[in-house]
């Protein structure tokens, strides 16, 4: 599986951002997907997940209102909508694949195909 994300950027406190990753060489429609942060000096943190066929969405709680996961599976695509981002919403956000089902909120080593990261930054 490869996985390529984009979108990420520099924008101002109550702004707004849309992530997208591109997934490719495996059965989409399998995937469970996820998107992950890590800011400096952090451990990288689960943002959200959505299971194979979009029935179970989870958010960390600090995002829940905020950001909004989707899947396209006839466009082999996952989104992260942000809005009303904040200073600590800062990191290097990251997409993740894994085959099977996320049945409660999973952390990053549950997750087997990773992406590059795209840097967010939000100015206060």
């Known amino acids: 599986v490869q996985l390529q994300a984009s979108g990420g950027g520099l924008v101002q406190a109550g702004g707004s951002l849309r992530l997208s990753c591109a997934a490719s060489?495996?059965?989409?429609?399998?995937?469970?997907m996820g998107w992950f942060r890590q800011a400096p000096g952090k451990e990288r943190e689960s943002v959200g997940t959505?299971?194979?066929?979009?029935?179970?969405?989870y958010y960390r709680d600090s995002v829940k209102g905020r950001f909004t996961i989707s899947r396209d599976d006839g466009e082999n695509m996952v989104y992260l909508q942000m809005n009303n981002l904040k200073p600590e919403d800062t990191a290097v956000y990251y997409c993740?694949?894994?085959?099977?089902?996320?049945?409660?909120?999973?952390?990053?080593?549950?997750?087997?195909?990773w992406g590059q990261g795209t840097q967010v930054t939000v100015s206060s």
């Open positions: 993740a694949a894994r085959l099977g089902d996320t049945p409660y909120f999973m952390g990053s080593n549950m997750f087997r195909w």
């Open positions: 060489g495996y059965a989409f429609g399998r995937l469970s």
């Open positions: 959505i299971n194979w066929n979009g029935g179970r969405i």
